[in-house]
């Protein structure tokens, strides 16, 4: 079976006024399509610099200093910022940690993921997009999309602004989902939903999935 993500031997420093922070220390995995991978581990440990440098979304101050990360076999190490564009969104796309900081206040939901979705489908006409739309907005568990579509972000809670961000992320189809701590800024019981949703998705469409955490249970 072919690797969709393999990462061997990665470690990642970021220079800071004290000197050099070893974020991550040659750190090696392989993911398959449609597999879930969890990375757990203490606030702090790397986990978001890891997803980070594989996204190539890493701050100035970072560097990859030794390892490789190839997709689909393909060695994307050194890949720059415009072949990295083609692959973020269509082949890895990730899941921010917090909801309200994600979404535009002053755009309605509907068109923010219009947005996600024609920057990936270019060639949609206005009705596609929509529909596609509506499709992912039932897709995360938004019910009657088509009144929810012209709302606001602050019309919505925490748990369902959470929805309205994986149906972005979601937008281009991607072979790879990376999902930061999707829950922290939520509330209990919404975390468990926003669990199974992401589990429900993982199945219906063999999404990869690097789920991070920091909580154990
Ligand atoms: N922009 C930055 N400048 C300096 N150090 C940073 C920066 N971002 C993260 N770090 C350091 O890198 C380490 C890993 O951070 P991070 O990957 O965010 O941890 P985690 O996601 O596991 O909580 C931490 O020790 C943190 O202090
Ligand atoms: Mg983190």
């Not at 190490?77 to 206040?105: H, W, Y």
């Not at 919505?156 to 922290?184: H, K, N, W, Y």
């Not at 800024?185 to 999935?209: G, N, S």
Request: hydrophobic share 40%; with cysteine.
């Amino acid at each position: 079976m072919e690797q969709l993500l393999e990462v061997k031997n990665l470690s990642v420093s970021i220079d800071s006024p004290t000197g050099e922070v070893q974020a991550v220390r040659d750190v090696s995995f392989s993911l398959q399509k449609g597999e879930v991978l969890a990375i757990v581990g203490e606030s702090g440990c790397g986990k978001s610099m890891l997803c980070k440098s594989i996204m190539k979304l890493l701050p100035p101050s970072a560097r990859i200093k030794n390892g490789s990360i190839s997709v689909c076999g393909q060695d994307i190490t050194c890949s720059r910022e415009k072949e990295m564009q083609n692959l973020r969104g269509k082949v890895f796309s990730m899941i921010f940690q917090d909801p309200l900081t994600a979404l535009n206040p002053t755009i309605k939901i509907g068109k923010q993921i219009a947005e996600a979705v024609l920057v990936h489908h270019k060639t949609y006409a206005r009705d596609e997009v929509y529909q596609k739309v509506l499709e992912l907005m039932e897709l995360v568990g938004i019910s009657h999309p088509k009144e929810r579509y012209h709302q606001y972000p602050w019309q919505f809670s925490g748990g369902m602004r959470q929805r309205c961000v994986m149906a972005i992320a979601l937008a281009a189809d991607p072979d790879i989902l990376f999902a930061d701590e999707p829950t922290t800024a939520l509330d209990v019981t919404i975390q468990a939903q926003i669990l199974d949703l992401l589990r429900e998705i993982q199945r219906k469409l063999e999404t990869a999935t690097i789920l991070v955490s920091h909580d154990l249970a």
